[in-house]
């Protein structure tokens, strides 16, 4: 019986630059306006982590 191994909190971070995150919006549920609308004051080949990306695209979105 397979066990389904749940995300651990030490698993490296996902850091890509602005055009990635943008090109893989689909990964974070979001339209490809939406990423580059929320990352909007970041410099094109700066590294974005994952986190601050959902952080950015909720608030771009109207939520806190």
Known sequence: MAVRK??????????????????SAA??????????????????HELVAERDVRKRLSKYKGGE
């Open 27 to 44: 990964y974070l549920k979001a339209e490809r306006f939406e990423v580059a609308g929320a990352l909007f004051d970041v410099k094109d």
């Open 6 to 23: 749940e995300q651990s909190s030490d698993a490296p971070e996902i850091s890509r630059t602005k055009q990635e995150w943008i090109e």
